[in-house]
């Protein structure tokens, strides 16, 4: 028996076998019938067998028998994998790699799953393939039934993710003197760069142009990428109060007629203002309003912040007249009304002339001054008009105070 292969049948069922395989030598029995087992060399796994029989005997040769499908084991499906792509690609540039698998085994291969775990710098965009289905993003996975010599492919794109977050550009520790008491108005400059997408509007709290209270302010600025990457940093502005208060003193002189012997409560102003800690009251060595004795005093006065900034001291005088130098200034003015007769002037110089010797005749001053203001009462004040009458009694009372007259009982 002769055994052929074919890789398909003809229309009639049977048929001339194409490639000879191997003959066996089988005896059959009574009905004709044979079993009988054999190997051929290549294992076979498509296509038809036929068989001729021939009597070892007669030499007579049978018709072709009807065909035989195949149906040994398949061999087994040989799949391989390859994965390509660009060498080198963009941060947050979009670009597609290919997976193939070939089947170059024996038979098809069913349930085929393929997965491809993305890197974290890269984010999916899609996958198609060529056969079955793809699906997932991070882990893809694509399933297929491969025929066996078929080649398939999967395609995925993604798109390079962009990790980095925008680099601060922040200005160095701001330090700047305090405008007023709210503190000073500050403008700075901060920017911010990203890899990808490059210059980025940097947000800061508090804002450029802000008024910073005096003291220490933390500035926090930060910038977001077009991915969401958000970068951050911080700098310090320092408003400061350097600035020692302006100081205002009264002129370099305060004149006061003595109203005892003591001297006289005498009042000024000096005042102080800060840019900052606004009006300070100054500190002064004799405070206004205080009792000065009959001479010159020298006040001293200063004015310091709430931020310690001390003015630099400034000086006045307070000049307190006595009684002889109060007669003068009566006399000055007597003098200059040009009553006829002088005698005015001549009852202010006998006071004067008193006080004025070189041990001083006080009580005689003081009968002086009584005798005066006892004249002014008669034809001595008719001289004088009523105004000029009280201005010298008032000069003679308090005159009289400052030198410490007692009045006899
Ligand atoms: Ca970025
Ligand atoms: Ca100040």
């Known amino acids: 028996m002769q055994l052929f292969h074919s890789a398909a049948c003809d229309a009639s069922g049977n048929g001339q076998g194409a490639t000879f395989l191997t003959e066996v030598v089988v005896g059959t029995d009574g009905a004709g019938n044979a079993t009988f087992n054999t190997t051929i060399a290549n294992p076979l796994t498509t296509g038809v067998i036929t068989a001729t029989a021939t009597n070892n005997s007669t030499g007579n040769t049978s ?19 390859t994965k390509s792509g660009p060498a080198s690609i963009n941060v947050g540039a979009t670009f597609a790699y290919t997976i193939v698998v070939t089947n170059t085994g024996g038979s098809n291969a069913t349930g085929v799953v393929v997965t491809d775990a993305l890197p974290a710098q890269v984010t999916f965009v899609s996958a198609t393939s060529t056969q079955g289905t793809c699906s997932g993003t991070t882990t893809v996975t694509c399933t297929a039934s491969d025929a066996r010599g078929n080649t398939g492919f999967a395609r995925f794109e993604v798109v390079v993710k962009d990790a980095t977050a925008p680099v601060l550009t922040l200005p160095d520790t701001i330090t700047t003197e305090a405008t007023s008491s709210a503190g000073a108005d500050v403008t700075y400059t901060a920017t911010a760069t ?52 302006t100081l205002t003193v009264p002129g370099p002189v305060v004149v006061a007629n003595a109203t005892s012997p003591l001297g006289a409560a005498v009042s000024y102003t000096a005042t102080a203002t800060d840019s900052v800690a606004g009006d300070v009251a100054p500190t002064c060595s004799a405070a206004s309003g205080s009792v000065f004795a009959i001479g010159g005093t020298t006040v001293t006065c200063t004015a310091t912040d709430s931020h310690g900034n001390t003015s630099a001291a400034q000086t006045f005088t307070v000049e307190v007249k006595g009684a002889v ?70 000069q003679l009372t308090r005159i009289y105070a400052v030198i410490g007259c007692v009045t006899p009982a």
């Open 63 to 81: 018709e072709f028998s009807q065909c035989k499908a195949v149906a040994g084991a398949a061999l087994p499906p040989d799949l391989s994998v």
């Open 194 to 245: 990203d890899l990808v997408d490059g210059a980025r509007d940097t947000s800061c709290s508090p804002a450029s142009g802000a008024t910073f209270a005096v003291g220490s302010t933390t500035v926090t600025c930060t910038a977001t990428d077009a991915s969401g990457n958000a970068g951050s940093g911080t700098f310090l502005v320092n408003v400061v109060d350097t600035t020692a208060p």
């Open 325 to 394: 130098e109060q007669l003068s200034d009566q006399l000055q003015v007597v003098t200059s009304w040009k009553i006829p007769g002088h005698l005015v002037e001549i009852r202010t110089k006998g006071p004067l002339w008193s006080l004025t010797q070189a041990k001083p005749k006080v009580n005689l001053a003081c009968q002086l001054i009584r005798d005066f203001e006892s004249q002014l009462g008669g034809t001595l004040g008719q001289t004088l008009t009523a105004t000029q009458r009280e201005w010298v009694l008032d």
